[in-house]
Every structure is written in C-alpha cells, then in structure tokens.
C-alpha cells in the first residue's frame, strides 16, 4: 500500500521485493491499489530488485518488512544510505533500537503507522483502515530530514511529528499487543472480536501491564493520533478486583468503538500463521515479557498470548473465540 500511493505521487522508487514472484508482478502490471478511491493498478517509476543492488545512493530507505526481517534488512541495505540519509522504520515494536545498533542512532527514522492494510494476493494491496504515520527520532531533537520525509509520505496519508518517539512507539506497542495479537489468538477482524466483553476486558488487561513495563523503562507515553489515550484505558486497582462499575463501562463503551472504526483490521501475524511464516509476536508481546522480567514486574496475559501464538505457528492450536475464552479464563486467578 505504501509503495502504491508514493508512486501515485509522483516519486521515483526502488523497491526490494525479495521473492521473484512479486517481483515479476510489480515490474510487468504494477501493484494493484484498494482503498477508498476504488481499485486501480498504479503506474509509475518503479525499479524493483529482488536483492538489493550493489550500488546506488538513496536518502531514505524504507523498511517494510515484517519485525523479524528487519535487522536483516538493514544490514543488506545500509551501503546504500547516503551519509546524511536516514532508514525509515516501519514495523511495529521497538524496531528503531534495532536497527540503530547498526548503522547508529542519527540514521534512523521512526514512522508509526496508525493504518492498516494486507495483500490478499500477490501484488494487490488492500487499506482497511484509516489513519496517519507519525514521525520521529529517538534523541527527540527537531531534525530537517524529517519534513523532507513528510512531502513524500503525504502522498500516502496525513503526516504528524512528535518529540518523544519512544512514548509515541511504545503506546502503538500497547495497541499491537492487544489488538494485534488478540486478532491472531480470536482468528477474526478486530471489529467482530471486540464486541465480546471478555475481549475488552483483556485488551484493557493487556494495556495495563504494557504500561506498567513502560513506566519501569522510564518512558513518558504519548496519546495515539493525538486523540485516544490509552492510559485512560488501563485499569486501576480497583478495577481490576471488579466486574462491573460505571468507570468500566465508559472503557468498554471507547473499546466498542474502536472495535466499529477498525473493523475490517484483520492482523498479519495471523496472516503470517496462515501462509506459514514465523509470526513477530516476540517483537510485540514478548518485548513486554523480557522488559518486564527484567523489571521483577508479572504480566500474565501478555505472556499467555505469547504462548498461545506460538503455539499456532507449530499448529499445536487452533485460532478462534473459544481459544480467546480459554486464555481469559485461564488468566482469571492471576489476576486477583
């Protein structure tokens, strides 16, 4: 989806493929575009390369690729960054600490994606929700790359800046690991999950040990898209003794919601365990497992998610609402 819309803006692109399946398809018709606009296929400069060439200079490299493929991406790409050029970090997780290691903390730039979008088939790309990317660096310094980054970008959504690139990455984390990742254990849309009270209640759950591992690592959390603040979305002590209260119901009214805009999000991970790829749940929930281990701090349901989607990838469980109403039932004595 990305590649399509900076095409359709009018930008010359170099693309990676990394299968010559997709990319015999991109070269010979071009990628074919869903959103709201209709279907087109997109025409343009494009320059598609199953491994990355040898030579060439580029300002801004774009990582597209899945969590885990991400340290590897960087180290076959990093000789083509031009010297006051940056990576651009797409994947969800802590991924800027990544690939900082290797090529230094100045050439990287963080991009959060507040959209979603999948490839139902080889060379068409689906957007199925709306929304933003917001851009960063970790010193939290103003940086002139990134308005230039912005005008290309702009042609795909709108674009916001944010100093404090590690609360801003660390709430989409929150998101990710209960939305994400209760798509891939409920096998299902996020809209058609949500309306089940046990999967609020867990998503809140999820939320509350995210933050609670945040905190610990000393990171000031930032509101997503400048309008939902997940805090407000933990659970208090009290809270988490009770079943119902007036303060639970107005969460569950926001989790609703948020069900109903993002219905037709369906997750890649689950999408990863369908085609037979290893899914990034150790960059999404697993990171709060170690961190919070680290921190002596317990968080019981993020890692029974990250058991149970690992337990998928091996086949050894099935996806399914029923699997979602086992792990919240198993989770219940912990949490009292």
């Given amino acids: 989806m990305l590649l399509s819309r900076i095409l359709e803006g009018g930008q010359r692109v170099a693309a990676v493929a990394r299968r010559e399946e997709i990319a015999h398809m991109l070269r010979t018709r071009g990628p074919v575009l869903r959103d709201e606009k209709g279907e087109r296929t997109v025409r343009g400069d494009l320059e598609v390369f199953v491994q990355p060439p040898r030579e060439g200079v580029y300002d801004f490299i774009l ?3 899945p969590p885990n493929g991400v340290e590897a991406a960087a180290r076959d790409t990093a000789h083509l960054l031009a010297p006051h050029g940056a990576m651009v970090v797409l994947q969800n997780g802590l991924c800027e600490e990544l690939v900082a290691r290797i090529v230094g903390e100045p050439r990287v730039i963080g991009a959060i994606v507040a959209w979603g979008a999948s490839s139902p088939e080889t060379g068409v790309y689906e957007r199925t929700s709306s929304g933003g990317i917001v851009l960063g660096v970790l010193s939290g310094e103003p940086d002139p790359r990134l308005p230039q980054l912005a005008q290309v970008l702009r042609a795909v959504c709108p674009v916001t800046f944010t100093g404090n690139l590690r609360g801003a990455r660390w ?30 209640r867990l998503a809140m759950e999820v939320f509350t040990e995210v933050f609670q591992v945040a905190r610990a690592e000393g990171v000031k959390l930032e509101k997503v898209a400048s309008t939902v603040d997940l805090a407000w979305l933990t659970l208090s002590e009290s809270e988490q003794r009770a079943h119902a209260s007036p303060s639970l ?3 569950h009214a926001m989790l609703l919601a948020i069900g109903a805009r993002y219905r037709r999000l369906r997750s890649s991970m689950l999408a990863a365990i369908e085609r037979g790829r290893e899914p990034p749940v150790d960059f999404l929930n697993g990171e709060v ?12 349901v993020n890692e029974r998610l990250l058991e149970a989607v690992h337990a998928m990838s091996r086949r050894e469980l099935t996806p399914g609402v029923e699997t979602l109403r086992h792990l919240h039932a198993q989770t219940r004595p912990q949490r009292h």
């Fill in 249 to 251: 119901l107005i969460k």
């Fill in 63 to 65: 990582l597209a690729t």
């Fill in 171 to 200: 709430s989409k984390l929150a998101i990710n690991c209960a939305i994400s990742t209760l798509g891939t254990v409920g096998g299902s849309r996020v809209g058609p999950l949500l309306r089940h009270a046990f999967v609020r």
């Fill in 289 to 300: 497992v170690q961190r919070g281990r680290i921190h002596g701090l317990q968080v019981p």
